[in-house]
């Protein structure tokens, strides 16, 4: 009996622990799970950021898109439009190309033109039209808005075609935190 307890007790030692063949194999195994999951499985957590970020970009660029549609088309045309436009014989002439921007002492929250929008430029902070910063939903996103006469709708100034009373191209491009660019280009015609 005494011998049977021994035999049993050497038994279980011997069944304790990993071989070093064991651990060396389990080792390999997962090296080769972390290279799976580096090389597969983690990139498509930066494509569906990327994903979430297009979609911010595409509403903050439709969102400036608006803002600046509700606007009039020249600083000399009619506010709601339709009874005095700009460049025509019996109204003043459109802003020339020279001129587009902000008009003296204008700022966003009283923007009253298509072109007082040009050049404007979020580098730091994101706002909206009172000033609120968005920077908690957008942030590390830029955004640059330009302005350009284009009535041939070539998508370019081009001095010796294009008039100032005709359209306005309106581009809007949005940066990403992952530095994509998202492009929002629409006319405003002067109508």
Same mark, same amino acid.
């Given at each position: ?5 021994? /035999?049993?007790?050497?038994n ?12 060396i194999?389990?080792i390999?195994?997962?090296? *080769? ?5 580096? !090389?597969? *499985? ?7 950021a ?13 969102s400036?898109?608006?803002e600046?549609?509700g606007?009039?088309? #020249?600083?000399? @045309?009619?506010?709601s439009?339709?009874?005095v436009?700009?460049g025509? /014989? @019996?109204?003043? !002439?459109c802003?020339?190309t020279?001129d587009?921007?902000?008009?003296a ?6 923007f009253? %033109?298509? #072109? %007082? ?10 706002v ?17 808005v330009?302005?350009?006469? %284009? @009535?041939?709708?070539?998508?370019e100034y ?5 008039n ?8 809007i ?8 660019d ?5 006319y405003?015609a002067?109508?």
């Amino acid at each position: 009996m005494l011998l049977t307890n021994r /035999i049993r007790a050497k038994n279980i030692s011997k069944q304790q622990g990993f071989t070093l063949i064991e651990l060396i194999v389990g080792i390999v195994v997962l090296s *080769i799970t972390y290279v799976v999951l580096t !090389s597969l *499985i983690y990139p498509m957590a930066s494509q569906s950021a990327a994903q979430v970020h297009q979609i911010r970009a595409a509403e903050l660029g439709q969102s400036m898109i608006n803002e600046i549609l509700g606007k009039a088309f #020249d600083e000399n @045309s009619d506010m709601s439009g339709g009874f005095v436009r700009c460049g025509e /014989i @019996s109204a003043p !002439s459109c802003t020339a190309t020279d001129d587009l921007g902000p008009d003296a002492d204008e700022q966003r929250n009283n923007f009253n %033109d298509v #072109d %007082d929008y040009n050049s404007i430029n979020f580098d730091d902070e994101i706002v909206n039209s009172s000033g609120i910063s968005l920077a908690d939903i957008y942030t590390g996103f830029n955004m640059n808005v330009s302005v350009i006469n %284009d @009535s041939d709708y070539s998508g370019e100034y081009q001095s010796a075609t294009d008039n100032e009373k005709t359209a306005k191209l309106i581009t809007i491009t949005v940066r990403s935190p992952q530095n994509d660019d998202y492009v929002f280009s629409v006319y405003k015609a002067n109508f």
